[in-house]
């Protein structure tokens, strides 16, 4: 195939499309989603994990509370007027106890509007960076390998719940084989996700 002189030296030099007339590619096809739209897509699913989180929280103090007042009833203990009172309810939260003695406040197992709650990440108690955290993975409560940890599947010393008046609904573990942890499936469940986030 022959080709003309000028053609050959315009496609060796690059200027083929100069004088051959060739079209120009558009402009490259815009994303179908901008940055606002996948700004507002993680802003929805952030919300969404949220909503998750603050329903097994409501689920795990609602269960715990049941479990109470089970064990109240069961020691003629039981006062179900007494939730209906605030001075009443909150005199009777559930507190967490650790270490070998169960002598170190954890925290309390209730809103996450407090500031000692367990719930409130932002809080001594709650927080991933607090030595007296069950969150913390690196402090005796919240480790995979301390004895007194509530992440500890081995754990023989894991933290205790207790109510205002000092009587032990259980242990916050993950070591189902011991006779006083408490297993139900809302707080274990809770409890595996926390330790392994």
């Not at 120009?24 to 897509?41: K, L, N």
């Not at 209730?110 to 709650?117: G, K, L, P, V, Y």
């Not at 609904?169 to 006779?179: E, F, M, Q, R, V």
Request: net charge negative.
């Amino acid at each position: 195939m022959q080709m003309g002189f000028a053609p050959v030296l315009a496609s060796t030099l690059g200027l083929g499309c100069l004088l051959t007339a060739c079209e120009t590619p558009g402009p490259a096809a815009a994303p179908q989603h901008t940055e606002a739209a996948s700004d507002h897509q993680i802003e929805r699913e952030q919300r969404a994990l949220e909503h998750r989180r603050l329903r097994l929280e409501y689920k795990v103090l609602t269960e715990l509370k049941k479990l109470r007042n089970s064990r109240q009833a069961s020691t003629g203990d039981a006062e179900p007027s007494r939730e209906e009172d605030p001075e009443a309810a909150a005199a009777n939260e559930l507190l967490l106890f650790g270490g070998a003695n169960r002598e170190v406040f954890l925290g309390c197992l209730c809103d996450e509007q407090r500031a000692d709650s367990v719930f409130n990440m932002l809080g001594e108690h709650g927080s991933h960076q607090s030595a007296t955290s069950i969150r913390n993975k690196f402090a005796a409560y919240g480790s995979n390998h301390d004895d007194t940890s509530a992440c500890n599947s081995a754990a023989t010393h894991p933290p205790v719940v207790l109510d205002s008046d000092g009587k032990s609904l259980g242990l916050l573990t993950l070591n189902g084989s011991l006779k006083r942890s408490i297993t139900v499936p809302s707080v274990t469940d809770w409890l595996a996700r926390m330790c392994g986030e």
